[in-house]
């Protein structure tokens, strides 16, 4: 099972800028390659969201929400993907979750370990 490692959350104020990353830690490249890498969110008293995903063909997808502010990408050499997030809202706070989805087999779902983002002046 892979092991997904995030990094970059913090505070920052509203109409600021973070950028997450997420390392695919205990797989080889081929292996990498394989997966639909996302991030998803969870606010205080809410259900986890979607955010954004990333195939390995780069093909992506936003929610609404965070569309024209927040870009993913990844790199597949490096087995990292990352979320840059612009502009942002009180209403981004939460705490926002690397995932891998495998192309090929819809029970290999996972999850790393959660990063916090607090947007307060």
């Known amino acids: 099972q892979v092991q997904l490692v995030e990094s970059g959350g913090g505070l920052v104020q509203p109409g600021g800028s973070l950028r997450l990353s997420c390392v695919m830690s205990?797989?080889?490249?081929?292996?990498?390659?394989?997966?639909?890498m996302g991030w998803y969110r969870q606010a205080p008293g809410k259900q986890r969201e979607l955010v954004a995903t990333i195939t390995s063909d780069r093909t992506t997808f936003y929610v609404d929400s965070v569309k024209g502010r927040f870009t993913i990408s990844r790199d597949n050499s490096r087995k990292t993907v990352w979320l840059q997030m612009n502009t942002l809202k009180p209403e981004d706070t939460a705490v926002y979750y690397c995932n891998a989805k495998n192309d090929q087999n819809d029970y290999d779902n996972n999850w790393g370990q959660g990063t916090q983002v607090t947007v307060s002046s």
């Open positions: 205990r797989a080889i490249l081929s292996v990498f390659n394989m997966y639909t």
